[in-house]
């Protein structure tokens, strides 16, 4: 059970003439938007955001080796990668090459058997089709010594790739990268599919005499679905393109945006960025994850509609597939680090990112995995796996949490690496098994050179809103900040001292349901809904009658033609209720490994002495909520939390500081394993015994009694 309180970091806006700001204000404030003319731009929906795609270095003379190849009628071969930005990439650039009469095919390496990029393993694929050009897309950057052999039996190599570039440059005929040193383009965070955008963009001004000058705009769909999908900003021109993107998206005139959508939605569920991330994007990557994903590229080329059909219904089981083989290498992930060994966990034996690794674990799921390792423990993850057919070599997929840069913590440990690339939040990597004890010693040596803190938990929220605020019309207006996704998130707002009116568990316990009572400046109140994704498990803690503060978003939801506003819960805090005992658990288990004497603790608490204590009745209910909640899996939890989680359960009143000597009690008398303690947060394990356990016997009990006489 992880049981922990995360940090809220709200943004406070200047009050303008000592008012408060309007709302949309207040959120692009949030965002860092504080030019007028900026915000008026963000705003507009007349902006013109696009940039000069000639801005790019080498795109002349891409342009120029392109309309050789046409003119020439060469064979020009698109080599896509395997992601869902590499597929759209590819399908963007292979349909405007066939309109424009090209020689074209494509090329996707297999995730399983080649790997990423052009690697040695496909050279022999690439030669067979006896191109005279190829064009990369989401990919390239990195492949010196792949570009320069193709370019020693006469084939010309044009990479058009997003990722971070290295000191040295493969010797492509043309590289259009926006983090090349050399680049004048204006923005740097384009998507793989954005730049393969970027040259069809040049492309059409160019070759007037085969298409319009604005026929680019007729791909911005796909080139909005890689977008969304590499988790690239949606600020500057990605706003712009998702924004338009969206727009073809929804009109559906791709037979195969169609046909996914149809068998991936629920109810009325329209197409937003939120939609395409949860529904569209993962079916579009299942291909590559877990088989051929030019299935997923026919799908978004096909115009015949039964050909669409059966490509999406495929892509969808793929995706049930991908899930299953996921929960099971998580939950071995999960067994593996949190197993004791030699007294620790893996997980938090340790310090810098979280490295675990399986015998043929299925490389197409294990960076959704890390992503998952890094929601459960707040840390970053590597999740390594090594492939029957490939003995001694390690492949492994990278995911950073926030504030950490995980690619340049595997450039500190390049030396004992094969191969590696990727971006700050998410990075490949190859390494040999007898240089791995290294390679993680060297990612703990970076850890210690530039992270003194441990990584703490935290939400970032936009603003405080009034129940006034809380309306349709709200939510209306937040609209106009869309397209939303990565740094230009869906606002989240926080709403303090709402009284809880009922709670249940909905889809089998899973989520949580919930009523907010809503007081107006009159007193009036009105009732809210809310629903708490993956929180079911909480519903004893968070009881009818409970107040708490609240982060959340909005939602419009729609029954029988009418529309109701609700809450998606992102988090929950209880009101601070002045009391050190309560509110300041850290402070109290300071002063008591300080040594302070317990009657000065129950005097600076301002709490009577016996009520500073756990009653005897109190090690009894842990102990069974232990047993009923916590007994196959490691607990990091936050005293005081979890605390409230025991008394809501068994209606007894216990605190964080009387729960901590409880789980002390406990440890000494060998009922759980500590791990780790710092200040209220502590993770243990329960362990099992055979027979009675005194624990009256234990140093930390009788300390505890030794001035108060029998506990309660």
């Given at each position: 059970?992880?049981?922990?309180?995360?940090?809220?970091?709200?943004?406070?806006?200047?009050?303008?003439?000592?008012?408060?700001?309007?709302?949309?204000?207040?959120?692009?404030?949030?965002?860092?938007?504080?030019?007028?003319?900026?915000?008026?731009?963000?705003?507009?929906?007349?902006?013109?955001?696009?940039?000069?795609?000639?801005?790019?270095?080498?795109?002349?003379?891409?342009?120029?080796?392109?309309?050789?190849?046409?003119?020439?009628?060469?064979?020009?071969?698109?080599y896509g990668d395997y992601d869902a930005d590499g597929i759209t990439s590819t399908a963007l650039l292979m349909l405007f090459l066939k309109k424009i009469g090209a020689d074209c095919s494509y090329l996707i390496p297999d995730r399983l058997s080649e790997g990423y990029g052009m690697s040695e393993a496909l050279f022999s694929r690439i030669v067979e089709r006896k191109p005279s050009l190829v064009i990369t897309v989401d990919c390239g950057v990195a492949n010196i010594d792949e570009v320069a052999a193709l370019s020693r039996i006469g084939i010309d190599v044009i990479i058009t790739d997003h990722h971070e570039v290295k000191p040295t440059l493969p010797a492509a005929y043309a590289i259009l990268n926006a983090k090349r040193t050399d680049s004048l383009y204006p923005f740097s965070q384009l998507s793989g599919a954005g730049v393969a955008l970027k040259l069809v963009q040049a492309l059409c001004s160019r070759l007037a005499h085969l298409c319009g000058p604005e026929d680019w705009r007729a791909y911005l769909d796909l080139a909005a679905l890689g977008t969304i999908a590499d988790v690239v900003p949606i600020l500057d021109e990605n706003r712009m393109l998702v924004k338009e993107g969206m727009l073809l998206l929804s009109q559906m005139k791709r037979a195969g945006v169609r046909a996914l959508f149809d068998v991936s939605h629920q109810n009325d569920q329209k197409i937003t960025t939120t939609s395409v991330s949860f529904?569209?994007?993962?079916?579009?990557?299942?291909?590559?994850?877990?088989?051929?994903?030019?299935?997923?590229?026919?799908?978004?080329?096909?115009?015949?509609?039964?050909?669409?059909?059966?490509?999406?219904?495929?892509?969808?089981?793929?995706?049930?597939?991908?899930?299953?083989?996921?929960?099971?290498?998580?939950?071995?992930?999960?067994?593996?680090?949190?197993?004791?060994?030699?007294?620790?966990?893996?997980?938090?034996?340790?310090?810098?990112?979280?490295?675990?690794?399986?015998?043929?674990?299925?490389?197409?799921?294990?960076?959704?995995?890390?992503?998952?390792?890094?929601?459960?423990?707040?840390?970053?993850?590597?999740?390594?796996?090594?492939?029957?057919?490939?003995?001694?070599?390690?492949?492994?997929?990278?995911?950073?949490?926030?504030?950490?840069?995980?690619?340049?913590?595997?450039?500190?440990?390049?030396?004992?690496?094969?191969?590696?690339?990727?971006?700050?939040?998410?990075?490949?990597?190859?390494?040999?098994?007898?240089?791995?004890?290294?390679?993680?010693?060297?990612?703990?040596?970076?850890?210690?050179?530039?992270?003194?803190?441990?990584?703490?938990?935290?939400?970032?929220?936009?603003?405080?809103?009034?129940?006034?605020?809380?309306?349709?019309?709200?939510?209306?207006?937040?609209?106009?900040?869309?397209?939303?996704?990565?740094?230009?998130?869906?606002?989240?707002?926080?709403?303090?001292?709402?009284?809880?009116?009922?709670?249940?568990?909905?889809?089998?316990?899973?989520?949580?349901?919930?009523?907010?009572?809503?007081?107006?400046?009159?007193?009036?109140?009105?009732?809210?809904?809310?629903?708490?994704?993956?929180?079911?498990?909480?519903?004893?803690?968070?009881?009818?009658?409970?107040?708490?503060?609240?982060?959340?978003?909005?939602?419009?939801?729609?029954?029988?033609?009418?529309?109701?506003?609700?809450?998606?819960?992102?988090?929950?805090?209880?009101?601070?209720?002045?009391?050190?005992?309560?509110?300041?658990?850290?402070?109290?288990?300071?002063?008591?490994?300080?040594?302070?004497?317990?009657?000065?603790?129950?005097?600076?608490?301002?709490?009577?002495?016996?009520?500073?204590?756990?009653?005897?009745?109190?090690?009894?209910?842990?102990?069974?909520?232990?047993?009923?909640?916590?007994?196959?899996?490691?607990?990091?939890?936050?005293?005081?939390?979890?605390?409230?989680?025991?008394?809501?359960?068994?209606?007894?009143?216990?605190?964080?500081?009387?729960?901590?000597?409880?789980?002390?009690?406990?440890?000494?008398?060998?009922?759980?394993?500590?791990?780790?303690?710092?200040?209220?947060?502590?993770?243990?394990?329960?362990?099992?015994?055979?027979?009675?356990?005194?624990?009256?016997?234990?140093?930390?009990?009788?300390?505890?009694?030794?001035?108060?006489?029998?506990?309660?």
């Amino acid at each position: 059970m992880i049981l922990i309180e995360k940090k809220w970091n709200l943004s406070r806006p200047a009050l303008q003439d000592g008012e408060r700001l309007p709302l949309t204000h207040r959120l692009l404030l949030s965002r860092g938007i504080v030019d007028a003319e900026a915000r008026k731009a963000f705003l507009s929906a007349d902006y013109n955001g696009w940039h000069d795609p000639a801005l790019f270095p080498d795109m002349e003379r891409a342009c120029v080796r392109v309309a050789q190849a046409l003119a020439q009628n060469e064979k020009i071969l698109v080599y896509g990668d395997y992601d869902a930005d590499g597929i759209t990439s590819t399908a963007l650039l292979m349909l405007f090459l066939k309109k424009i009469g090209a020689d074209c095919s494509y090329l996707i390496p297999d995730r399983l058997s080649e790997g990423y990029g052009m690697s040695e393993a496909l050279f022999s694929r690439i030669v067979e089709r006896k191109p005279s050009l190829v064009i990369t897309v989401d990919c390239g950057v990195a492949n010196i010594d792949e570009v320069a052999a193709l370019s020693r039996i006469g084939i010309d190599v044009i990479i058009t790739d997003h990722h971070e570039v290295k000191p040295t440059l493969p010797a492509a005929y043309a590289i259009l990268n926006a983090k090349r040193t050399d680049s004048l383009y204006p923005f740097s965070q384009l998507s793989g599919a954005g730049v393969a955008l970027k040259l069809v963009q040049a492309l059409c001004s160019r070759l007037a005499h085969l298409c319009g000058p604005e026929d680019w705009r007729a791909y911005l769909d796909l080139a909005a679905l890689g977008t969304i999908a590499d988790v690239v900003p949606i600020l500057d021109e990605n706003r712009m393109l998702v924004k338009e993107g969206m727009l073809l998206l929804s009109q559906m005139k791709r037979a195969g945006v169609r046909a996914l959508f149809d068998v991936s939605h629920q109810n009325d569920q329209k197409i937003t960025t939120t939609s395409v991330s949860f529904l569209l994007i993962p079916r579009i990557n299942a291909s590559g994850r877990m088989g051929d994903a030019s299935r997923a590229v026919e799908l978004l080329m096909t115009g015949d509609e039964e050909t669409a059909v059966m490509l999406a219904a495929t892509l969808s089981l793929e995706n049930t597939r991908r899930q299953e083989i996921e929960l099971t290498i998580y939950e071995e992930a999960v067994a593996l680090l949190e197993k004791p060994q030699d007294g620790e966990t893996t997980v938090h034996a340790r310090t810098g990112p979280i490295l675990v690794c399986g015998k043929d674990w299925h490389p197409g799921v294990i960076g959704i995995v890390a992503s998952r390792l890094v929601s459960r423990y707040n840390r970053p993850a590597i999740v390594f796996t090594e492939i029957s057919g490939q003995p001694g070599t390690l492949k492994g997929s990278a995911r950073a949490c926030e504030g950490y840069n995980i690619l340049e913590a595997i450039l500190f440990a390049q030396e004992y690496t094969e191969q590696f690339g990727g971006h700050p939040k998410a990075a490949g990597i190859t390494v040999s098994v007898k240089k791995f004890p290294q390679f993680a010693k060297s990612l703990e040596d970076y850890e210690l050179q530039n992270k003194a803190d441990p990584y703490e938990s935290s939400i970032e929220v936009d603003a405080c809103l009034t129940s006034e605020e809380f309306s349709l019309d709200t939510c209306r207006e937040i609209d106009g900040l869309a397209p939303f996704g990565e740094g230009n998130r869906e606002p989240r707002f926080l709403m303090q001292n709402l009284k809880i009116v009922q709670t249940s568990g909905c889809s089998n316990g899973k989520h949580l349901k919930m009523k907010f009572a809503l007081s107006s400046p009159s007193g009036e109140e009105r009732l809210v809904n809310g629903i708490f994704f993956g929180m079911g498990y909480l519903e004893e803690l968070y009881r009818q009658g409970t107040v708490v503060d609240v982060v959340f978003g909005l939602s419009i939801s729609i029954w029988k033609n009418r529309e109701s506003l609700s809450m998606q819960v992102i988090d929950m805090h209880f009101p601070k209720t002045g009391k050190l005992l309560d509110d300041s658990t850290e402070v109290l288990e300071k002063l008591y490994e300080n040594n302070l004497p317990l009657r000065q603790l129950a005097v600076l608490s301002k709490t009577p002495f016996e009520k500073i204590l756990p009653g005897k009745d109190d090690f009894k209910k842990v102990y069974q909520f232990l047993r009923t909640r916590c007994a196959d899996e490691i607990t990091l939890c936050d005293l005081g939390l979890m605390a409230r989680f025991v008394s809501a359960n068994y209606g007894i009143v216990l605190h964080g500081f009387a729960l901590a000597r409880v789980l002390d009690v406990f440890a000494e008398a060998g009922l759980v394993q500590l791990y780790s303690r710092r200040g209220q947060r502590v993770c243990f394990t329960l362990l099992f015994v055979d027979g009675k356990v005194k624990l009256e016997n234990t140093p930390t009990y009788q300390k505890l009694f030794a001035e108060g006489g029998n506990p309660r």
